[in-house]
């Protein structure tokens, strides 16, 4: 069964900031829930935290500079029943404050939410420092933290409510630039459950993030040539949906993932280390090379460092080539 | 202070300095010499200073305690086993598989564990989140926090000196065990913190000296944070490190060593004449 999905997806596809989305998911939650603090470090209104802020200024704590302080503080609030939501960009979160989160979060098992922002290369104009592209890596790698990568902004809006219902760390990473909205509010959306956007036959593309978007155009562009493509949103990174990866492989033979992030250690190492050891199959990753990005127009860069629904398909025929002994 | 509870705290910080020691031995590794320079702040803390109940450590009125300097924890453990929270004899079990009390603090294994600390600078940011809950929550609670003079050359140990005096945490009583010894030597030569009491004033802080083993000064410090208002306290405690056993006293060697069974009985002997 496949998933009813936004109508204009293929042509004038509205765009919406995926940071949008933590904004307004955590206004909603605000209003649902008082135990909901949240912590900033002087992003506030690049987070779109401060709608927050200016509806619940009692529940939100500035914390200056100081991403370490910010992501222990958080600890301590937690300890004291709150469910603190740690905002700001994804190389200081889930980077410079990595230790604080690993021992003092992860390991103490403390309800803390991470509002990871700016992943990814998209970022733009800010360059390297700015985009987090190993953030899915470091973060997966700690035990105990689920990490979840919204495709567009309704996505990011559940995610976020969804993160609060979640006992224990957890990860959302959204993006600065403006995004197509592919999803409804309606679009079903769990926690640990990848959902098939399209079904196909000949070849699987696995993405998160802004990369369903793309993967559903080269699914298009495929289908132009007579290609058969499944897309599967697998926005949760951790705990991965295996059952629905084991069967897509399955099916197709061929497996195609797609990521705005480093490819070592990544989403695509994610699915390859459940893929490699139950349903070995020809695999292909897009992603960003080993390589830091710079600055530039974020399409532009996504085109440069091969993050676009070309690469995708290219990387599809690779697969079915393979997959096909040739 | 009365006689009699003089007597019975230093005859506490007493049993725990043995604690300390049989526990090392039985280890064989572990953190003697920051364990035993707190010992007297410790026992202040679970004995006299703090509002906790050892049958119930979930208990919401009480006061919470962070081991930011996390390697001392044989300190701790054995204040917490003499207080009650777990049977004395499992103190020997420390570091080893399976055991609840290890080589850090694990918050999710052992009762009385605040917070998983270890990883030296996180502890001050964890207490001031906990003051800033009670504070949101205007609960009465206070929050403590230990930590040694070597672990303030983390820089997040001055953000969150920073954090709690920007919003006011008097709630809040840092303690720094400020026994001048890291493991590369003496605190000033491997990073000069001084003046110290200066950069906490700095910052925003009650300061407040005392003799670190002198335990009617430690309490009596404890108390003149809780009648200070608006601002968070520090107390520096200037203590020896190894305090109670002369082989281990101002000997950075004594930092994370073990002492083996001749010397585990030659402290044991000086702490109380061989009696436990």
């Not at chain 1, 765009?15 to 949240?38: A, C, H, N, Q, S």
């Not at chain 1, 562009?221 to 897509?248: F, Y």
């Not at chain 1, 492989?249 to 250690?265: F, S």
């Not at chain 1, 440069?304 to 080539?321: D, F, R, S, T």
Request: aromatic share 6%; net charge negative; charged share 25%.
């Amino acid at each position: 069964m496949t998933i009813k999905l936004a109508e204009n997806i293929y042509k004038d596809v509205d765009k919406i900031p995926t940071r949008f989305g933590y904004g307004d998911g955590l206004l909603k939650l605000g209003e649902m829930d008082e135990r909901v603090v949240v912590l900033g470090a002087d992003l506030s209104s690049s987070l779109r935290v401060d709608l927050f802020k200016d509806a619940y200024p009692d529940r939100f704590i500035q914390t200056g500079i100081a991403e370490q302080d910010m992501m222990c503080l958080a600890a301590g609030l937690s300890l004291t029943g709150k469910i603190p939501f740690v905002s700001t960009y994804g190389v200081f979160c889930t980077g410079r404050a990595w230790d604080q989160l690993r021992t003092t979060v992860a390991y103490g098992n403390l309800n803390v939410k991470v509002g990871s922002g700016h992943g990814g290369i998209s970022v733009g104009a800010d360059g390297a420092t700015h985009q987090a592209l190993e953030d899915i890596a470091i973060t997966r790698v700690v035990p105990g933290v689920t990490v979840i990568v919204p495709c567009d902004y309704h996505e990011t809006v559940k995610a976020t409510i969804a993160a609060a219902q979640i006992e224990g760390p957890v990860v959302i990473r959204f993006g600065r630039e403006k995004v197509p909205v592919i999803t409804t509010p309606e679009t079903p959306f769990k926690v640990g459950r990848a959902e098939i956007y399209r079904e196909g036959e000949d070849v699987t593309v696995v993405a998160c993030g802004v990369m369903v978007y793309e993967a559903l155009i080269a699914a298009e562009m495929l289908a132009q040539e007579g290609i058969s493509t499944q897309v599967i949103n697998c926005h949760t990174v951790k705990p991965i949906d295996k059952e629905t990866l084991i069967e897509a492989a399955r099916k197709t033979k061929a497996v195609v993932t797609a990521e705005e992030h480093q490819v070592m250690g990544g989403f695509g190492s994610a699915v390859a280390e459940v893929l490699s050891q139950d349903m070995p199959v020809p695999m292909r990753f897009v992603g960003v090379q080993d390589t830091f990005g710079q600055s530039g127009a974020p399409d532009d860069l996504m085109k440069a460092y091969g993050l676009k629904a070309e690469n995708i398909v290219q990387a599809a025929k690779e697969v079915i080539k393979i997959k096909r002994g040739g | 202070m009365e006689e009699s509870k003089r007597e019975r705290l230093e005859e506490l910080a007493r049993a725990i300095r043995c604690d300390i020691i049989k526990m090392l031995e039985a280890a064989g590794s572990g953190h003697p010499g920051g364990s035993l320079s707190a010992v007297e702040i410790v026992t202040a803390l679970y004995f006299e200073v703090m509002r906790h109940d050892p049958k119930n450590p979930q208990w919401e009125g009480r006061d919470r305690f962070i081991l930011s300097k996390g390697h001392a924890c044989p300190v701790v453990y054995a204040a917490l086993a003499e207080a009650g929270y777990f049977p004395k004899e499992e103190l020997l079990t420390l570091r080893q598989f399976g055991s609840r009390l290890q080589g850090h603090p694990d918050r999710k294994k052992l009762p009385g564990l605040e917070a998983s600390t270890g990883s030296l600078g996180q502890g001050l940011s964890i207490a001031a989140g906990i003051a800033l809950g009670f504070k949101m929550d205007g609960k009465r609670n206070d929050v403590y926090c230990l930590m040694g003079d070597g672990e303030l050359n983390e820089g997040q140990i001055w953000e969150a000196a920073m954090t709690a005096s920007h919003y006011k945490l008097d709630n809040l009583c840092g303690i720094v065990d400020h026994n001048c010894l890291q493991i590369d030597g003496w605190t000033c030569e491997v990073k000069n913190m001084e003046p110290l009491a200066d950069k906490w004033k700095a910052f925003g802080w009650n300061v407040i000296e005392v003799d670190g083993h002198n335990i009617e000064e430690i309490i009596a410090a404890f108390k003149r944070f809780k009648h200070t208002h608006f601002k968070p306290t520090v107390i520096i405690a200037h203590t020896i490190k190894g305090k109670g056993v002369s082989f281990m006293e101002d000997d950075a060697a004594w930092h994370g060593k073990a002492p083996n069974s001749e010397q585990a009985a030659l402290a044991l002997k000086e702490l109380c004449g061989g009696c436990c």
